[in-house]
């Protein structure tokens, strides 16, 4: 459904040296990034800010023509086929809307009616369909700018789909929400995917809408993708630290136990950190309380948050 | 083409709708916009308290050029009037929202407002029109008729070309407003005064690159059966569809050429 290969993009900056001169530098946004998204999949795109997420996302969606590399969505090349192509796609940008600020939600979606030239039955049908699943009922009268944030989103998400889309591209689709209006935004994103099929590929800085969605996750950083695969395997790749939390008698020195080293010190709790492949949690603890006097003891597993985090600083 | 313009009445009728829903306001504005253009005119019945005369042309005849321009440029500003904001549509992504949808990106762009106050400024142009008319004792034939009107419909569309292919600016330099309401409003004025005043660059500008003289000045012309005044002949006044279908193909042509860099450039 989404297919890029060796796609680059490069950006001409001009920077200031010195009081009048400006410099031309040019910036690779995206640097040879290579898709196969096949229909029905749920992908997150992540990366840290600057990465080349929204850069992609334009460059499948026909807004920005690659600079080098092949593009082709629903079997369409968005650069020369954009129009066509956007009765295929939907787009959501969560810092931005395309509904009518002025008018009440239902006219954006009458208006949508025809801007996409969809029959009023399927319309009707679809609305009907897409109003229940996120009780859009109770503000279809009100205008957009009075909506909550949350409101505003599910209108979004309705508004991207009533053509029936064969793919979705969601641009941080869930940023600013609070957690009922995250949850809700899921949810649909899970049913429409589920239900109908859609292929969704969406950007996000909320790894927990990964760990919700998405079976397969693609990590970007400076414009390469670094990680291509499933949200299991990230963690069982590179997840295999888990840490030790030790509540102690007293406060001492960091404990010397073999297979674990101190990550961190509070007063009479420490953390120690340990590999799966070396050494065990009971043999921790037996090493610890020969050392000092145990109180009390947790184990944590590692959270994809700090996986990701780790791998934008560290690599892969 | 049909489904084009149905789809337009529709956007524009959904601007509509919500700028009546503040009526008093509205009414407000558009009664400000026609007091406060009004005062352009004012200003040229003070000129004409000194001098009976200017290059040739008496009050009711400038105050025919004046009501044609001042109500093709209000109808343009109700159309396309908007663009000044333009530049704000491609720094915050409105534009990039406007590339996935499937219609043509200048409609959209034209079709994103209608501000209704500015019919206040086209009411105050046809009132100086109607005086200008009664008070002119004109020998009124059917090709008179034709220039006139043709004269209103051909200006709003050459304004309103000359708006959107100044407004392509924005895809290059995104802070070149100022640069562009220059040439803009700055024309409206320049249309409303008979060009045989001007300076031969200024004429020259308003003749063959932003062709304005086209909207008021030859169209005068002919209703006056006046001279030219200028090289070129005054039946020029029954061609002013033709110059405007060509600004506006011009137009529409930088506009899409624009369209193409921004797309990959990159804004």
Not at chain 2, 70 to 92: E, K
Not at chain 2, 217 to 232: M, N, Q
Request: hydrophobic fraction near 50%.
């Amino acid at each position: 459904m989404i297919e890029a290969h060796d796609l680059t993009r490069r950006f001409v900056v001009r920077e200031r040296a010195g009081l009048v001169r400006r410099r031309k530098r040019v910036v690779e946004a995206v640097a040879g990034v290579d898709l196969q998204i096949a229909a029905g999949e749920l992908v997150g795109y992540v990366g840290p800010n600057g990465a080349g997420k929204s850069t992609t996302i334009k460059m499948l969606t026909g807004i920005l023509v690659p600079t080098s590399g092949t593009v082709r969505v629903a079997g369409l090349d968005p650069v020369r086929r954009r129009i066509e192509l956007t009765r295929r796609i939907g787009v959501v940008f969560g810092q931005r809307s395309q509904l009518w600020w002025d008018l009440p939600l239902a006219d954006s979606f009458d208006l949508l009616r025809h801007v996409y030239r969809v029959p009023r039955d399927q319309h009707r049908a679809q609305l009907e369909q897409f109003g229940e699943l996120l009780e859009l009922g109770p503000f279809l009268a009100t205008p957009v700018r009075q909506l909550s944030l949350g409101q505003r989103m599910r209108g979004e998400l309705v508004a991207a789909l009533l053509h029936e889309p064969e793919v979705i591209f969601l641009d941080e689709p869930t940023i600013g929400l609070d957690v009922v209006a995250k949850a809700a935004v899921r949810e649909f994103l899970l049913e429409v995917n589920r239900e109908r099929g859609v292929t969704v590929l969406l950007t996000t800085h909320d790894l927990a809408d990964i760990e919700r969605l998405c079976r397969r996750l693609l990590i970007i950083d400076r414009g390469r993708v670094i990680w291509d695969g499933g949200l299991d395997e990230l963690v069982e790749r590179y997840g295999e630290e888990r840490t030790l939390v030790v509540d102690l008698a007293e406060s001492r020195a960091p404990l010397e136990v073999s297979g674990a080293r101190v990550v961190r010190i509070d007063g009479p709790r420490q953390w120690l950190r340990f590999s799966r492949g070396e050494t065990t949690a009971a043999a921790l603890v037996g090493a610890v309380a020969a050392e000092a006097q145990l109180v009390d003891l947790s184990v944590e597993e590692p959270e994809v948050e700090e996986i990701v985090r780790r791998i934008y600083k560290e690599g892969v | 083409m049909g489904d084009l313009a149905g789809i337009y009445a529709r956007l524009i009728g959904a601007r509509v709708r919500s700028q009546l829903e503040y009526r008093a306001s509205l009414a407000l504005q558009f009664v400000g916009m026609a007091v406060l253009t009004g005062i352009d005119f004012v200003a040229i019945l003070v000129l004409f308290e000194n001098v009976d005369a200017l290059d040739g042309w008496r009050l009711e005849e400038i105050a025919l050029l004046y009501g044609i321009a001042t109500i093709s440029f209000a109808l343009s500003d109700l159309a396309v009037g908007h663009l000044d904001l333009f530049p704000q549509m491609i720094r915050d992504g409105t534009f990039d929202q406007i590339l996935v949808r499937p219609l043509p990106s200048l409609l959209q762009v034209v079709a994103s407002d209608f501000s209704l106050r500015r019919l206040g400024k086209a009411l105050q142009g046809l009132a100086v029109l109607v005086f200008a008319l009664t008070q002119l004792e004109l020998d009124w034939t059917a090709g008179k008729v034709f220039v006139l009107v043709a004269a209103v419909i051909a200006g709003t569309v050459i304004y309103a070309a000359v708006w959107v292919a100044l407004a392509t600016v924005a895809f290059w330099i995104v802070d070149a407003i100022e640069f562009v309401n220059a040439f803009t409003y700055g024309g409206s004025y320049l249309s409303q005064y008979p060009i045989t005043i001007f300076g031969r660059w200024l004429r020259g500008l308003v003749l063959f690159v932003l062709p304005l003289a086209f909207v008021a000045y030859f169209p005068a012309l002919v209703i006056l059966d006046r001279e030219s005044g200028l090289a070129l002949p005054a039946e020029l006044g029954y061609l002013t569809s033709l110059v405007a279908a060509g600004t506006a193909l011009v137009a529409v042509s930088a506009w899409n050429g624009a369209v193409r860099h921004y797309r990959s450039a990159g804004g």
